[in-house]
């Protein structure tokens, strides 16, 4: 679903409580350091041991942070969801909160300020993107990554969709994000985004019986996401973590448009040997999926370049990257995707 209007609000953290995240005396296991991390959605505390997330409250399109209550919930359901891909690195939701004499407290029910989901801290260098960046993989690694994958989605719960109403869903995600992308402001090339436009619909047109049989073949389920390459750990066993608990109908998708997501990521960072590698292992002769896998591909590439363009709206972050050019970038993956359909 498409965001209806500009709908941005950032409401400021507590700062003496950030302060006091960012000292070593409140933490019950006495750590040596406190790192802080940044994202757009949440502030992360590192210590040598652990990693504890709290959520800015934040209103950002449909997902809205800003109450307690609102965060405590999204908190809960990180965890639960989580679990089924990382079941030893998430454990559980702590509350945060300042006595009467302004001492932080861990877990204390008459002092909650915050939510806070803790977690096992992964190895840096066992992250697949640092991984790709820095070393090849073994083939033990990456079959174990595909086996992980392979099991969640076949768990996954199947998003009963008539076939029909599926291709209807596609055509409506193509053009409300063409939409978006082509607004005067964001300053993309109208051409590129024309021809990009005139081949996803093109192959819709042309392939909607497959898409229509992935659909009635239960192959659309609730998978993690938000599957990138910084998300998944090779550790033994590998995990993945942040699946997307905020929105069902984001993580709700084809399994195999979730491998083209994981795959374009490995693209994006230059590693296309290896993107190629995962492909073929999750295709695996699948001729059906096949058929499909270069629309999914295209489509995931839509969706990165509107991700990369929306940070425009937020004064925050708007100077921080070069939007427009990763954008485009993002487009040009997803038109070489489609030139041989």
Same mark, same amino acid.
């Given at each position: ?6 709908? /941005?609000?950032? $409401? ?17 296991? $006495?750590?040596? #350091? ?11 505390? @590192? ?13 950002? !399109?449909?997902?809205?942070?800003? #109450? ?15 679990? $089924? ?65 392979? $099991? ?20 409506? !995600? ?57 998300? /998944? ?22 399994? /195999?448009?979730?491998?083209? @997501?994981?795959? @374009? ?69 997803? @038109? ?6």
């Amino acid at each position: 679903m498409m965001p209806g209007g500009h709908k /941005i609000e950032l $409401q400021e953290f507590s700062p003496k409580l950030r302060a006091s995240l960012l000292d070593v005396r409140n933490y019950p296991e $006495q750590p040596a #350091s406190v790192e802080e991390i940044e994202t757009h959605f949440a502030l992360v505390f @590192l210590t040598e041991r652990h990693a504890y997330k709290v959520k800015k409250p934040i209103l950002w !399109y449909d997902m809205d942070f800003r #109450s307690v209550a609102a965060r405590r919930f999204h908190c809960e359901e990180e965890v639960r969801l989580n679990r $089924q891909l990382a079941p030893a690195t998430y454990l559980g939701v702590d509350t945060v909160g300042c006595d009467s004499s302004g001492r932080l407290r861990w877990n204390d029910s008459e002092a909650v300020m915050e939510y806070v989901v803790a977690m096992r801290r992964l190895p840096a260098e066992q992250m697949l993107d640092v991984a790709l960046n820095h070393r090849p993989i073994t083939p033990p690694e990456r079959n174990a990554l595909v086996r992980m994958i392979l $099991q969640f989605h076949e768990s996954a719960s199947v998003f009963a969709v008539a076939g029909d109403d599926y291709v209807v869903h596609l055509r409506r !995600y193509v053009d409300a994000h063409h939409e978006l992308l082509a607004r005067h402001r964001y300053g993309l090339p109208a051409e590129l985004l024309g021809a990009l436009r005139v081949l996803q619909l093109r192959v819709l047109n042309r392939g909607d019986a497959a898409f229509r049989r992935r659909a009635d073949g239960g192959f659309i389920r609730e998978c993690h996401g938000d599957l990138r390459p910084e998300h /998944i750990c090779l550790a033994e066993p590998p995990c993945a973590i942040d699946r997307l608990e905020f929105s069902r109908s984001l993580r709700t998708m084809d399994v /195999i448009e979730e491998w083209a @997501l994981l795959c @374009l990521e490995c693209i994006r960072l230059g590693h296309t040997e290896f993107a190629d590698a995962l492909a073929g292992a999750a295709l695996g002769g699948d001729e059906p999926g096949a058929e499909v896998w270069p629309f999914y591909l295209s489509k995931r590439a839509l969706a990165k370049a509107k991700l990369c363009i929306w940070h425009l709206d937020d004064p925050d972050y708007a100077e921080r990257c070069p939007w427009p050019e990763l954008a485009e970038r993002c487009l040009e993956l997803g @038109l070489s995707a489609l030139e041989n359909t």
